[in-house]
């Protein structure tokens, strides 16, 4: 089992270019999610689909869409990307979302600028 | 502990020694608490987890221990190795505006040991 696969590690972006940041995962998980980790700062949810054909906005959704495309994969799309959008993504599933003990599992991240 | 900002806090320890690190959680209400590893270029990996109606949760070499009167995490690590050098999150399952509960991540510490 590959865990949580994120295409591509590393993007750099211009300002106003778009992109989509893929993510899939082999677990069978409901629910999967999508961070930002910035420097020296911890992960911040950005979308989260808590099962297929659902999302919902995290703490910072401005500038982002997601698509579920299905219950393995999950989009992050930038339509129009900033320099403030610099930072490392990580996306992550988990069983079901919405337990008490809902454990994460993350993918190896992307690393995007933008210039 | 817990920074805001670009520099994160550091530990740094002698192979062998112990490490306790500290993580002040938000919100009262969090009944679940994780501590993630972070390797640097790789995503957080899970380590260990407490619910709130215990107090001390132990695993291999590695310990939680829950104050919820002070609301303060803590991640004791035995005999540390350098294999244990990365950056160590909390993150306590927290519901949204939405209602539906997420885990929100603190900064982290970064954790050194000197051989």
């Known amino acids: 089992n590959a865990g949580v696969t994120q295409t591509p590690k590393f993007q750099v972006l211009k300002t106003g270019q778009s992109m989509t940041l893929q993510c899939a995962q082999d677990m069978n998980h409901n629910s999967m999610y999508w961070y930002r980790q910035d420097p020296g700062m911890g992960l911040r949810l950005i979308y989260y689909?808590?099962?297929?054909?659902?999302?919902d906005k995290g703490e910072v959704p401005n500038g982002y869409n997601v698509s579920r495309l299905n219950k393995r994969e999950f989009s992050l799309r930038l339509e129009s990307a900033a320099p403030s959008q610099t930072s490392v993504y990580f996306c992550?599933?988990?069983?079901?979302?919405?337990?008490?003990?809902?454990?994460?599992?993350f993918g190896s991240g992307t690393q995007l600028s933008v210039l | 502990g817990e920074s805001v900002g670009l520099h994160l806090p550091t530990l740094s320890v002698q192979e062998g020694d112990n490490s306790i690190i500290n993580c002040a959680y938000s919100?009262?209400?969090?009944?679940?608490f994780i501590w993630y590893k972070q390797e640097s270029g790789k995503g957080p990996q899970f380590i260990i987890d407490?619910?709130?109606?215990?107090d001390k949760r132990q695993g291999q070499r590695v310990t939680v221990l829950l104050n919820k009167t002070v609301k303060h995490l803590s991640l004791q690590i035995a005999a540390t190795q350098p294999g244990d050098s990365a950056v160590y999150f909390c993150?306590?399952?927290?519901?949204?505006?939405?209602?539906?509960?997420?885990?929100?991540f603190g900064s982290g510490t970064r954790l050194q040991v000197q051989p």
């Open positions: 992550a599933s988990t069983r079901r979302q919405g337990q008490t003990n809902e454990k994460l599992f």
């Open positions: 993150a306590e399952n927290s519901r949204m505006d939405t209602g539906r509960r997420a885990l929100t």
């Open positions: 919100n009262s209400a969090s009944d679940y």
């Open positions: 689909s808590a099962s297929e054909g659902t999302t």
């Open positions: 407490i619910r709130s109606n215990m």
